[in-house]
């Protein structure tokens, strides 16, 4: 299900040039309402459903509504993310609460290397290799036509 804002909890990211949801978002759907100061989706339809917007939210103020298989009718669903872990809460009906708690990372933060740790690229742009070819291949050289 695409995602909203509660405008309640929106703080618009404290006014800055752009919010957090505006800078995630892979479609341009998450805008600031210069009036009010808080974000919004201007059109669901077309969200992807990525939940980028989500994750990122400072506020926890943009929420899903969940699909029926994963999320029975008329509960919510929150994330909460941190440096190394995102947690996902369900609220049923009920008022019961399931959490989820999944890692985002494999390595500790700040600590990837950007190469993968390959040798540096060659500054031949016009090589049709690709960055870690052959090497990553296994190959000595790459097959030329």
Same mark, same amino acid.
């Given at each position: 299900?695409?995602?909203?804002?509660?405008?309640?909890?929106?703080?618009?990211?404290?006014?800055?040039?752009?919010?957090?949801?505006?800078?995630?978002?892979?479609?341009?759907?998450?805008?600031?309402?210069?009036?009010?100061?808080?974000?919004?989706?201007?059109?669901?339809?077309?969200?992807?459903?990525?939940?980028?917007?989500?994750?990122?939210?400072?506020?926890?103020?943009?929420?899903?509504? @969940?699909?029926?298989?994963?999320?029975?009718?008329?509960?919510?669903?929150?994330?909460?993310?941190?440096?190394?872990?995102?947690?996902?809460?369900?609220?049923?009906?009920? @008022?019961?609460?399931?959490?989820?708690?999944?890692?985002?990372?494999?390595?500790?933060? @700040?600590?990837?290397?950007?190469?993968? @740790?390959?040798?540096?690229?060659?500054?031949?742009?016009?090589?049709?290799?690709?960055?870690?070819?052959?090497?990553?291949?296994?190959?000595?050289?790459?097959?030329?036509?």
């Amino acid at each position: 299900m695409p995602s909203y804002v509660n405008p309640e909890k929106c703080d618009g990211c404290k006014a800055l040039d752009k919010t957090a949801c505006q800078y995630i978002c892979p479609n341009d759907l998450m805008v600031l309402n210069d009036e009010t100061m808080k974000a919004y989706n201007r059109d669901p339809s077309m969200c992807w459903e990525c939940y980028n917007c989500v994750k990122i939210c400072p506020t926890q103020a943009v929420e899903v509504r @969940g699909y029926a298989d994963f999320v029975p009718l008329g509960a919510t669903v929150t994330c909460m993310r941190s440096t190394d872990a995102i947690m996902w809460t369900l609220k049923f009906r009920n @008022g019961t609460l399931k959490r989820f708690k999944f890692p985002i990372r494999s390595t500790p933060e @700040g600590s990837a290397v950007p190469d993968g @740790g390959w040798s540096t690229p060659s500054d031949d742009l016009s090589s049709t290799a690709l960055f870690t070819e052959p090497e990553s291949l296994g190959l000595s050289e790459v097959a030329k036509l």
